[in-house]
């Protein structure tokens, strides 16, 4: 794993482990409950070393001793698992609209939850003033031992500097102050930790990823279906990032050639059919070229937003389910390509569109199914998002949590 650089110095409770303790650690986090045994069989290091490494993992409260293992003859081992106090995490959403941050205990559980809504006026001091004192007050009363806090992730929206931890020219921010904004430095100054950054999709990936990987599961793909069209890729443990780290590149697949104008210029670009502005988009123009739904004459057509839409379409409106049902099909085609070339185990399919109208991930799915090459041997497995509307700021904890235990690859 390689998320944006580390930055200020900070002694955590992990600070003064050997490199070997920290690898424990980590195999704990990721297959316990466990016993010495199966950790000797899993890190082919002997009893004595692991005996080591566990009283000193003990000592500093990181793990404790959960009852003994039952056993048909001899000894039964003791199983040891992360102490959900022994070390926290804070994780950071940042969207075009909203900040959502999740303080995490050391099982990447939500101990406090809250979320900063970014107006159209709003500047980055205004929103973070709120944020910081609302944090700071709360990490007093959940986290004692601040030596226990290791450090604070976030998922933003892009495009992003990793190397400096700038978010660039982000767009649909009408406030120009969040252009060019210093996130890392910004964090790191108020909190004196470090902090972790990647895109949002990105983030979201990690998130799924810890969750699964006592499943096998090594090729995982995420993707955030809102205003917008984010990625994020695992393959073969480890998350890809392309150039500039661009997890919005994949919005901009061609799927219609000659298609529906986009924003970037170009045309046909999945965006410009599967996301909730192209929604919108799609049933002006149905209702302009006279096809009626209950929503004409119950509001202006150019007040019409998004969530009206599924309204209607739950209400069975005929030119709202039309309009979601195709949006769909779309990002069913785009699921089927990803598939096809990167042959994931699991696709994560998030996001405003999919969470307002769940009927949106069903047919994607149903189309993706239909155009999978060799279906019959392909083994992908569909799902919504485990953590829902936590899944990016709980990725963003995740990725401090891995770079902390110094876990190269995701695990």
């Excluded at 409950?33 to 004595?48: A, D, F």
């Excluded at 921010?173 to 895109?199: C, K, M, Q, T």
């Excluded at 929503?295 to 379409?313: M, P, T």
């Excluded at 390509?337 to 994560?348: F, T």
């Amino acid at each position: 794993m390689d998320p944006s650089r580390e930055g200020a110095t900070h002694e955590t409770i992990l600070s003064g482990l050997d490199d070997s303790a920290l690898w424990i650690l980590g195999n704990i986090q990721k297959h316990g409950p466990i016993t010495i045994t199966s950790l000797m069989e899993i890190t082919q290091k002997p009893r004595t070393t692991l005996n080591r490494s566990i009283r000193e993992l003990l000592d500093h409260g990181l793990i404790k001793q959960e009852g003994l293992e039952t056993s048909t003859g001899g000894r039964p081992s003791a199983i040891f698992r992360i102490n959900e106090d022994g070390f926290y995490t804070v994780g950071v959403e940042l969207s075009h609209t909203n900040i959502h941050v999740l303080i995490c205990d050391a099982l990447l559980e939500p101990l406090w939850i809250a979320d900063f809504a970014i107006m159209d006026k709003s500047t980055p001091d205004e929103v973070f003033s709120r944020l910081f004192e609302a944090l700071e007050s709360n990490l007093a009363e959940v986290v004692s031992d601040r030596r226990r806090l290791l450090g604070l992730g976030i998922g933003s929206v892009g495009p992003l500097d990793l190397e400096r931890g700038v978010m660039l020219n982000a767009s649909s921010f009408p406030n120009p102050g969040w252009r060019n904004l210093g996130l890392r430095s910004i964090f790191e100054d108020r909190f004196h930790v470090p902090v972790y950054i990647a895109n949002g999709a990105s983030a979201a990936a990690m998130c799924e990823y810890v969750h699964y990987v006592t499943s096998d599961v090594h090729n995982l793909i995420f993707l955030n279906v809102g205003v917008s069209v984010r990625c994020g890729v695992i393959s073969g443990d480890t998350l890809l990032t392309g150039d500039g780290d661009r997890e919005g590149a994949y919005g901009h697949l061609i799927i219609v050639p000659g298609g529906r104008p986009c924003y970037c210029g170009k045309h046909g670009c999945v965006e410009a059919y599967a996301t909730a502005p192209a929604i919108v988009r799609a049933f002006k123009h149905e209702i302009r070229i006279g096809k009626a739904s209950s929503l004409v004459g119950a509001k202006s057509l150019d007040k019409i937003q998004f969530a009206d839409i599924c309204d209607a379409a739950r209400n069975n409106d005929g030119v709202a389910i039309e309009v979601l049902r195709d949006a769909a099909t779309y990002m069913g085609l785009v699921m089927a390509n990803i598939i096809n070339v990167l042959n994931p185990q699991v696709i994560v399919l998030g996001g405003t569109v999919p969470d307002r109208f769940p009927d949106y991930f069903d047919w994607a799915v149903q189309t993706a199914q239909k155009m999978i090459y060799n279906s019959e041997q392909v083994k992908c497995q569909f799902t919504t998002p485990l953590m829902g509307h936590n899944t990016i700021a709980a990725g963003a904890a995740a990725m401090v949590l891995l770079s902390a235990m110094k876990v190269k690859s995701l695990w």
